[in-house]
């Protein structure tokens, strides 16, 4: 829910704070939290979780079409 992902928006920014690197791989509670989103209105099967979990990590590792450049935003933004 968007509580939830605020929540968490305000927990990875007090945590960045202790990291030198700006996306340490340490803090995945921005994943953990994102990751409903790719089921939103629907019932998943094993099958939907199993290629929207692939599909989540693809588009997390790559950033094709502009997603890279939203990272320029900063923070836990």
Do not use: N
């Amino acid at each position: 829910s968007s509580a939830l992902w605020l929540l968490a928006t305000y927990i990875v920014a007090q945590a960045l704070a202790e990291f030198q690197d700006a996306d340490p791989a340490e803090i995945v509670l921005d994943e953990m939290t994102s990751f409903p989103f790719v089921f939103l209105g629907l019932i998943p099967s094993y099958k939907d979780f199993f290629c929207g979990f692939v599909l989540f990590r693809l588009l997390d590792i790559y950033k094709p079409c502009g997603i890279k450049h939203l990272e320029a935003i900063g923070g836990a933004w």
